[in-house]
């Protein structure tokens, strides 16, 4: 069937190829079907959408970025047929099922996945299927290797090339910002690739976002690594492991991250990289992705295994992940506070122990030291590894001289103050991400959460819990209103509860 385009004068990911009611009934297809668009010799694949009204009969509104490809003007005439889905969509049934998926077809859901060939709702079922039925590890493996094999891979052609990677799940864990530093400032390499929030109120790539570009190529990340000896991009703006930043867009609004995926994901981009030793980062405790210390040795295990089937040295660290990390939560109060450390300017604890713990982890895996933790913290203290972060944020186009005061913080606020005496109970992980991202995190960079005590610590009434920041007075509003209905820090005394009417936690 023939039809006159009707030029949407904007560029999308997806192709879309919007028709009125009548004509898609007479085409017999459904919003979400996929139509061939052909013009001359040129064609491309497209979802139905319909939008009666805005095109009329014998319309079809495509966007700048299908016009352009097919070359083809405002008011052109295309031809327009129904096509089948792909097979993979067949093997997301079949995952739906609960069968087990063979390598080709693991291939080939990934391959279409990478080439936009699946709409939202095949991919969401993708994901969701391994929520529920999970991989064996097989099936693991081919998902990796795929991941691997449908973007492009790096090589470097000398040094050692090093990596390490966090599950994510405990907020306010901006620690690789110490970590990839202290490893450049040791003399080992690490081209660090990161994804931004998948669970949490800000991944590393959006908190590297606010001091650096993250957007980095491929052939960027080899040239600064190589110059530099680290960097820290958002995977997503390169085209290594392609099919990974598709499906973490899936995961974000579901706050989900099923245990294959996770394992492919993280694997796939130290695969990519040609990363010879890997450190990967387990938080464990309750509101994270793993609750439990035996859940944590579990994965602990699929990581080194995973590992060996790639040719990747994996070592694995527990650590403990029951409420933030460092004091801060949100882009730019994280890239403050892992600025801090790097200044060596008060930081918490619980940030800087974490951070050598991982890093001397890895600096002995790779031989440098016998002592890890006490060499990262040399190289942290002695200012080296601030001196190594602002060559990276340099090469990476931000401001070597950035200073952590300087950083800019949302300045709508709100501070809960302690309704009782008693000590913190609990900081509740997921009420923390869920109050930040209320508050605009991690899209508004300078929204978040400072927390004032952590648990364990005593306070009197009226002493400050926590502050929020906002950049936006309406999200503020939501996000205070959120955190009294719902406390993400939890002070207790000796009494819990009394009925029938007074709640204090
Ligand atoms: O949002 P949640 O689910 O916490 O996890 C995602 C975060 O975890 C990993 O951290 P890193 O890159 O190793 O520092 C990812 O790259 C990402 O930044
Ligand atoms: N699924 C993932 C968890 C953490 N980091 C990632 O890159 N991917």
Known sequence: MKFRVKLIPVRMDRSSAIMSQEDAEELGV??????KLVFGKKSVIADVQIATGLIERGEIGICRTITDYLEIEDGGEVELYPVSKPASVEYIRKKMDGHKLTKEEIFAIIKDIVNNALNEIELSAFVLSDYFHGMDFDEIEWTTRAMIDTGETLTFERGI?????????VPGNKISLLIVPIIAASGLLIPKT???????????????????????SVDEIKEITERVGGVIAWGGATNIAPADDKIIRVEYPLSIDPKPQLLASVMAKKGAIGAKHVVIDIPVGAGSKVPTVEKGRELANDFVELGRRLGLNVTCVLTYGGQPVGRTVGPALEAWEALKALENAKPPRSLVEKALGVAGTLLEMAGITVNGIEHARKILESGKALEKFREIVEAQGGDPNIKSDDVPIGDKTYQFTSPIDGAIAHVDNKRIVKVARAAGAPKDKGAGIMLHKKGGQHVKVGDPLFTIYAEKEWKLDRAVELAMREPPVVVSGMVLEKYPSYRYI
């Open 30 to 35: 459904l919003v979400g079907d996929r139509v």
């Open 161 to 169: 090339v090093v990596d390490k990677h966090s599950i994510g799940g």
């Open 194 to 216: 990161a994804s931004r929030a998948i669970t949490s109120a800000s991944g590393t790539a959006d908190t590297m976002e606010v001091l650096a570009n993250v957007s980095l």
